[in-house]
């Protein structure tokens, strides 16, 4: 497997290029000479082109992307433009736009070609909500993400995909999910996989795990469940918090 993946999803923070910069800049220095571990940064749109990496292992990701390549649609930014920034990763499924704004399954199977087409790694968001997991429909949830935004995928172009398992009520409440429950959800998602694809395929994806990660949690979910990776939101937007979560898993 790969070396971890941790992913800092800035969301729309900060306000200024000046302070994503020196957001930046900070991370650098407070995880310098860290190997074995790839970071990606994924600030919002704007502040990409003004991103230049000091430190090594670093690499520039995007919270989303649109599906065509140009055209007529106002304020959409396609994932070629992303690729011709210099990004590697892209965020895709976010359970923030399926909520705020109705981002559907149909509209990220689109996002998920688009984005591989043009050489972008995608991270694909999945995870169940408080009421589905109430109601016992966590796995139903997840089989339908995976078959959903999957499903122009073929297996060549699946082998660029890493999956983020995100529990919808983890994320940004200080309630992250279990260990062994991400575990076996984990297992579940490489089952899902198997069956589409191969056993190959389902071994070799990295699956990350997002939601309510710190530095006190953060070699757990890489030792315990076995996860090649983590997407943080909040603890990313505090330099000296990520630096640790890096460090962290650098000793796995
Ligand atoms: P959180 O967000 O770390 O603040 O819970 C994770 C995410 O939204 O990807």
Redesign the pocket.
């Given at each position: 497997m790969k070396q971890p993946l941790i992913v800092a999803?800035w969301k729309c923070n900060p306000t200024t290029l000046a302070e994503a910069q020196k957001l930046l800049k900070t991370i650098e220095k407070g995880v310098k000479n860290i190997k074995k571990v790839e970071v990606v940064i994924c600030p919002p749109f704007v502040y990409l082109s003004g991103f230049r990496f000091r430190a090594s292992g670093f690499r520039l990701g995007a919270q989303d992307c649109f599906w065509e390549e140009k055209g007529a649609f106002t304020g959409e930014i396609s994932a070629k433009m992303l690729k011709g920034l210099g990004c590697k990763y892209v965020i895709i499924g976010?359970s923030?736009r399926k909520g705020h704004l109705k981002e559907t399954n149909e509209m990220i199977a689109k996002k998920m070609k688009a984005a591989i087409a043009a050489g972008l790694k995608p991270i694909f968001c999945i995870g169940e909500t408080q009421k589905e997991k109430r109601e016992g429909q966590g796995l139903r949830t997840l089989n339908s993400q995976i078959s959903k935004g999957l499903k122009d995928i073929k297996e060549k172009e699946a082998r660029n995909i890493i999956i983020a398992y995100?529990p919808v009520w983890?994320?940004?409440t200080g309630k992250p999910c279990e260990v062994d429950t991400t575990l076996t959800k984990s297992l579940i998602i490489r089952q899902v996989l198997k069956k589409r694809y191969s056993l190959s395929l389902s071994r070799k994806t990295r699956i990350l795990y997002?939601?309510?990660?710190t530095s006190q949690n953060a070699l757990k979910y890489i030792r315990g469940a076995k996860m090649n990776g983590l997407?943080?939101?909040?603890?990313s937007l505090k330099a000296q918090e990520f630096s640790k979560i890096v460090k962290e898993v650098s000793k796995s």
């Open positions: 999803n976010h923030e995100e983890a994320i940004g997002g939601g309510s990660v997407l943080v939101g909040g603890a």
